[in-house]
């Protein structure tokens, strides 16, 4: 059987459901982590620690760029304020159930409280940023969000916000300091103690632990996979939840509106309705997806939360292809796995594979030793944490270049993904009586 | 150039000059009235207190020279602009500075002169998207699960008449097709088709069969009598003097942002004023 034939039928195949499409995908990054792993010098544990980190991630990244996409691929609303979302999210969360005692004080409300108000702020101020930039044409749009973003961003780490006493309550963000924030809420499934830092583990965690000991894996690996599957099931319910706003006469509006606003409202359509309501959902999804990042490590600073990370999610985004929920998706793990994790996976293989040298003090000494046809200290060079992070945004960039060139729909973005709740091609009138 | 322009702020008295009975004064049982219309752009008066009704039922033409103002009445009556001054009644409502979503959804609406489908939706979706007050096009109803069955259930019905409608105008087998695709004609068709599907009182067309060829006019003509038969209303703008002339009654001819006559087809080509406006005052004075 030749290899286009087999191409052909696992294409055949991964196009008859969007499930089995998301399976593969999840199926062959796996699979190229797994192949990755022993060349980077990864034992069992690690090799299952590299594994969670993209699950992990894949997840996280799933619900951010189905957030954008449902503002952007669908309704055509050019938000570039994703990180400040997601910081207004994180933050209220934070104010509202971290410790008073902790670094950036907080209420100690309990968690589902302030994940609730997170996600009802991040509402709010999303309404409240994109309210006068609605009824303008899409630019305003993007410049009101972008500015915005970084105004939550600057303030969050304003000294002045360090730590606010209110009416005998202290509050505050930690400023530069960054804030803690409550621990990680799967604990709860396997220590005594939850909060505290070496805890014993309950009676889960008894049964647990031993048996992936067994194998070398350790406990933090395995509560780090217990959270990354929560993540998934959220993502499947987030992925489920914007199917159905897209297939549906409210989908059909907000495509309406991207396509062209004076046709949607000569339809009778009251579009800015419309995009405020879309907007603000897609704000809270956005400040749902930063919790649940920020609250697996239990600390979250303003850094997090720069312009870059509202482009990773428009990468990613771009890369899935916008208007597909499943493209979004696959998309956020195609980003992830390859273009945000992969250069540190090529940079851990060449450093476990080849005897990494003296590292060359500047770029003209890395290519000076070329000359003499010895690209190690070149490749030493490459493979530094700066540069080599410095080469993920090279590398990001000429991917973009290539995408808008050669495929701008993305990987799924040229489907027919018809807005309905119902098959429009198919007719009650030929198959009988309905 | 007209006789004698009407001063800025002599409201609505006998609003154009000359004019014969007919024109000016729309008749009360008029589904749709335009009353002393105006609007500026900077120093250019667009429409400057135009006057004319269209009444149930009729194939009303609204022609004129360019720049005559047609297309920003379309504008003004439609919501698109707010007028300077004057009134729109639709119907026995006050319309005036409505905007277009709550013009459309009382039942007037319109197309555009230039085609404008949304390019990345199928036929069928851009169908779809007509019909008025449909209940999924609200967020939780498309969502929940109970709601949701409701909203199918009215998409099943929906999907049918948009079936039946793309049969009306013979694009049927278009039906899943991008609309970007679709040819100058055709989308000018699917557009007609999509007003359809809103279930209108009253539709304005705005140069429905400009780049349209002969054949595909025809039939579209013919869609267009045989809906006014159902009791559809339509004022269209058209530039094809044959067409209008074949198939419209009255005629309301605009010049300089004015009524300048209203009339039956041969009242209107034995006018000299209407044939100077064309011509520029050259001729027929």
Same mark, same amino acid.
């Given at each position: 059987?030749?290899?286009?034939?087999?191409?052909?039928?696992?294409?055949?195949?991964?196009?008859?459901?969007?499930?089995?499409?998301?399976? =593969?995908?999840?199926?062959?990054?796996?699979? =190229?982590?797994?192949?990755? /792993?022993?060349?980077?010098?990864?034992?069992?544990?690690?090799?299952?620690?590299?594994?969670?980190?993209?699950?992990? =991630?894949?997840?996280?990244?799933?619900?951010?760029?189905? /957030?954008?996409?449902?503002?952007?691929?669908?309704?055509?609303?050019?938000?570039?304020?994703?990180?400040?979302?997601?910081?207004?999210?994180?933050?209220?969360?934070?104010?509202?159930?971290?410790?008073?005692?902790?670094?950036?004080?907080?209420?100690?409300?309990?968690?589902?409280?302030?994940?609730?108000?997170?996600?009802? /702020?991040?509402?709010?101020?999303?309404?409240?940023?994109?309210?006068?930039?609605?009824?303008?044409?899409?630019?305003?749009?993007?410049?009101?969000?972008?500015?915005?973003?970084?105004?939550?961003?600057?303030?969050?780490?304003?000294?002045?916000?360090?730590?606010?006493?209110?009416?005998?309550?202290?509050?505050?963000?930690?400023?530069?300091?960054?804030?803690?924030?409550?621990?990680?809420?799967?604990?709860?499934?396997?220590?005594?103690?939850?909060?505290? &830092?070496?805890?014993?583990?309950? /009676?889960?965690?008894?049964?647990?632990?031993? &048996?992936?000991?067994?194998?070398?894996?350790?406990?933090?690996?395995?509560?780090?996979?217990? %959270?990354?599957?929560?993540?998934?099931?959220?993502?499947?319910?987030?992925?489920?939840?914007?199917?159905?706003?897209?297939?549906?006469?409210?989908?059909?509006?907000? !495509?309406?509106?991207?396509?062209?606003?004076?046709?949607?409202?000569?339809?009778? !359509?009251?579009?800015?309705?419309? !995009?405020?309501?879309?907007?603000?959902?897609?704000?809270?999804?956005?400040?749902?997806?930063?919790?649940?990042?920020?609250?697996?490590?239990?600390?979250?600073?303003?850094?997090?939360?720069?312009?870059?990370?509202?482009?990773?999610?428009?990468?990613?985004?771009?890369?899935?292809?916008?208007?597909?929920?499943?493209?979004?998706?696959?998309?956020?793990?195609?980003?992830?796995?390859?273009?945000?994790?992969?250069?540190?996976?090529?940079?851990?293989?060449?450093?476990?594979?080849?005897?990494?040298?003296?590292?060359?003090?500047?770029?003209?000494?890395?290519?000076?030793?070329?000359?003499?046809?010895?690209?190690?200290?070149?490749?030493?060079?490459?493979?530094?944490?700066?540069?080599?992070?410095?080469?993920?945004?090279?590398?990001?960039?000429?991917?973009?270049? %290539?995408?808008?060139?050669?495929?701008?729909?993305?990987?799924?973005?040229?489907? !027919?993904?018809?807005?309905?709740?119902?098959?429009?091609?198919?007719?009650?009138?030929?198959?009988?009586?309905? | 150039?007209?006789?004698?322009?009407?001063?800025?702020?002599?409201?609505?008295?006998?609003?154009?000059?000359?004019?014969?009975?007919?024109?000016?004064?729309?008749?009360?049982?008029?589904?749709?009235?335009?009353?002393?219309?105006?609007?500026?752009?900077?120093?250019?008066?667009?429409?400057?207190?135009?006057?004319?009704?269209? @009444?149930?039922?009729?194939?009303?033409?609204?022609?004129?020279?360019?720049?005559?103002?047609?297309?920003?009445?379309?504008?003004?009556?439609?919501?698109?602009?707010?007028?300077?001054?004057?009134?729109?009644?639709?119907?026995?409502?006050?319309?005036?500075?409505?905007?277009?979503?709550?013009?459309?959804?009382?039942?007037?609406?319109?197309?555009?002169?230039?085609?404008?489908?949304?390019?990345?939706?199928?036929?069928? @979706?851009?169908?779809?998207?007509?019909?008025?007050?449909?209940?999924?096009?609200?967020?939780?109803?498309?969502?929940?699960?109970?709601?949701?069955?409701?909203?199918?259930?009215?998409?099943?019905?929906?999907?049918?008449?948009?079936?039946?409608?793309?049969?009306?105008?013979?694009?049927?087998?278009?039906?899943?097709?991008?609309?970007?695709?679709?040819?100058?004609?055709?989308?000018?068709?699917?557009?007609?088709?999509?007003?359809?599907?809103?279930?209108?009182?009253?539709?304005?067309?705005?140069?429905?069969?400009?780049?349209?060829?002969?054949?595909?006019? @025809?039939?579209?003509?013919?869609?267009? +009598?045989?809906?006014?038969?159902?009791?559809?209303?339509?004022?269209?703008?058209? +530039?094809?003097?044959?067409?209008?002339?074949? +198939?419209?009654?009255?005629?309301?001819?605009? +010049?300089?942002?004015?009524?300048?006559?209203?009339?039956?087809?041969?009242?209107?080509?034995?006018?000299?004023?209407?044939?100077?406006?064309?011509?520029?005052?050259?001729?027929?004075?």
């Amino acid at each position: 059987m030749s290899a286009s034939s087999i191409s052909g039928r696992v294409r055949a195949w991964a196009g008859v459901s969007d499930a089995r499409l998301l399976l =593969l995908v999840a199926l062959g990054l796996y699979v =190229l982590f797994l192949v990755a /792993a022993p060349l980077q010098g990864y034992d069992l544990n690690g090799t299952f620690n590299s594994l969670r980190r993209i699950t992990f =991630l894949s997840a996280l990244y799933g619900i951010l760029v189905l /957030a954008l996409n449902l503002q952007w691929g669908y309704a055509g609303l050019f938000n570039i304020g994703v990180a400040g979302f997601m910081a207004v999210g994180v933050y209220t969360m934070g104010i509202l159930s971290s410790a008073p005692t902790s670094t950036g004080a907080g209420l100690g409300l309990p968690l589902p409280v302030g994940i609730v108000g997170g996600l009802l /702020a991040a509402t709010l101020v999303g309404v409240l940023a994109s309210l006068p930039a609605l009824r303008l044409r899409g630019d305003y749009l993007a410049i009101v969000t972008l500015a915005a973003g970084e105004i939550i961003r600057l303030t969050i780490r304003s000294p002045v916000f360090q730590e606010v006493t209110v009416g005998g309550v202290t509050i505050g963000t930690g400023g530069p300091q960054g804030m803690q924030l409550p621990e990680n809420p799967i604990r709860i499934l396997f220590y005594e103690e939850p909060a505290a &830092f070496a805890s014993d583990p309950n /009676a889960i965690g008894k049964a647990v632990f031993p &048996f992936f000991e067994g194998f070398g894996i350790e406990d933090t690996v395995v509560v780090g996979w217990a %959270y990354a599957l929560v993540l998934i099931l959220i993502l499947g319910l987030v992925y489920w939840l914007l199917v159905r706003v897209g297939n549906s006469p409210f989908g059909r509006v907000l !495509k309406a509106i991207r396509e062209d606003e004076l046709v949607a409202s000569s339809l009778g !359509k009251d579009t800015r309705w419309f !995009k405020v309501k879309v907007f603000a959902l897609g704000c809270a999804l956005m400040g749902l997806g930063a919790i649940l990042w920020r609250l697996s490590g239990g600390y979250t600073s303003s850094s997090s939360y720069m312009p870059i990370q509202t482009f990773y999610v428009f990468i990613a985004l771009i890369i899935g292809g916008a208007g597909s929920n499943t493209g979004s998706v696959v998309g956020g793990a195609v980003f992830v796995a390859l273009l945000f994790e992969g250069p540190l996976v090529i940079r851990r293989l060449i450093s476990n594979l080849f005897e990494i040298g003296q590292v060359p003090r500047t770029f003209f000494d890395a290519l000076g030793s070329l000359a003499g046809l010895d690209p190690g200290p070149l490749l030493a060079y490459v493979v530094t944490d700066v540069n080599i992070s410095a080469l993920r945004l090279v590398l990001l960039g000429v991917v973009l270049v %290539y995408l808008i060139q050669r495929r701008p729909q993305g990987l799924l973005g040229h489907r !027919k993904e018809v807005a309905s709740s119902v098959d429009l091609s198919e007719r009650s009138g030929t198959g009988g009586e309905k | 150039m007209a006789a004698d322009a009407p001063s800025p702020t002599g409201a609505a008295t006998e609003a154009p000059p000359a004019g014969d009975a007919a024109s000016g004064t729309p008749s009360d049982d008029a589904l749709l009235a335009v009353e002393d219309l105006r609007k500026s752009f900077g120093g250019i008066h667009a429409v400057d207190g135009a006057s004319f009704g269209v @009444e149930a039922g009729s194939l009303t033409a609204l022609i004129g020279p360019n720049g005559a103002g047609k297309s920003t009445t379309f504008n003004l009556i439609t919501g698109v602009l707010d007028p300077d001054a004057g009134s729109i009644v639709f119907d026995g409502t006050d319309i005036t500075r409505y905007r277009p979503y709550q013009v459309a959804n009382r039942g007037l609406v319109r197309t555009f002169q230039i085609a404008r489908e949304l390019d990345e939706m199928t036929v069928l @979706e851009n169908l779809m998207l007509g019909p008025r007050g449909q209940s999924g096009e609200s967020l939780w109803r498309s969502v929940l699960p109970g709601t949701r069955r409701q909203v199918q259930a009215e998409e099943i019905e929906l999907r049918e008449r948009a079936w039946e409608t793309l049969e009306f105008f013979e694009i049927d087998h278009l039906a899943e097709e991008y609309a970007g695709n679709l040819s100058g004609g055709q989308r000018k068709l699917l557009e007609m088709a999509r007003v359809l599907m809103t279930d209108p009182e009253m539709v304005l067309l705005d140069e429905p069969l400009a780049g349209v060829n002969p054949t595909l006019s @025809e039939k579209l003509l013919e869609r267009i +009598h045989e809906l006014r038969t159902e009791g559809y209303t339509f004022l269209l703008v058209e +530039h094809d003097m044959d067409v209008v002339m074949g +198939h419209c009654d009255p005629i309301v001819v605009m +010049h300089q942002g004015q009524v300048l006559t209203t009339g039956s087809p041969e009242e209107v080509r034995n006018d000299e004023r209407v044939l100077e406006a064309y011509l520029g005052g050259e001729v027929g004075t």
